[in-house]
């Protein structure tokens, strides 16, 4: 009977420390994205924002995340532009919104460009699509595209927490999650092991 009551007590303190291990901080930097499901199916990301990425052997055609210190995060888009997204940590769990606000404020960027066109362009067909395109933007019409990853992505996470891995997982979504910086690491010490088994003993 102690020894089940002391195993219960470890078990408890060992449940305690993990938890408090998880901190805002411990998600900043960039994340490979391992496995992403929703609803028993791998979620189809195919976003058409331009990143440059080198990932290491293995996860050349995985996509990636950052964890921003600004509590801003962008997920990959479906068919889309990145999702830009708000994140923190509440009570141990991660929670993730739609960011609205930066939404709003990078489309009505993309169109500054096409406004100066029509500065000095006078084909009356540019100057219409700027006029559609930056009132669909005030209204937020075009955000209707952005609906099923909205709902995708948003929500409240648990967390597991590992070395370089993070498994974060809400009613519909889950993400395995590797470290991007230990996974170079890795590879690096990796390619490093081997030369030295290359290289004869005297």
């Known amino acids: 009977m102690r020894k089940c009551k002391l195993l219960l007590i470890l078990l408890s303190l060992c449940f305690l420390t993990t938890c408090e291990k998880v901190k805002q901080k411990d998600f900043y930097g960039d994340w490979i994205i391992d496995t992403a499901i929703y609803k028993g ?73 096409l406004a100066k066109q029509t500065m000095f362009n006078h084909d009356s067909a540019l100057k219409r699509k700027y006029v559609f395109k930056h009132d669909s933007i005030l209204d937020i019409k075009n955000v209707n595209v952005l609906k099923v990853p909205i709902e995708i992505y948003s929500g409240i996470y648990t967390i597991q927490k590992t070395n370089d891995k993070l498994i974060i997982k809400s009613s519909t979504t889950t993400f395995q999650l590797i470290n991007l910086q230990r996974a170079l690491d890795k590879r690096i010490n990796d390619m490093f092991d081997v030369l030295k088994k290359g290289i004869p003993h005297n």
């Open 41 to 113: 199916n791998l979620i189809p990301m195919a976003t058409k924002t331009i990143k440059v990425y080198f990932l290491p052997t293995g996860f050349q055609n995985k996509f990636t995340l950052k964890f921003n210190p600004d509590s801003t995060i962008d997920f990959p888009g479906i068919n889309t532009e990145d999702i830009p997204c708000k994140w923190k940590i509440d009570n141990g769990k991660l929670i993730i919104q739609f960011d609205t606000v930066r939404f709003r404020e990078n489309a009505l960027l993309q169109i500054d460009s």
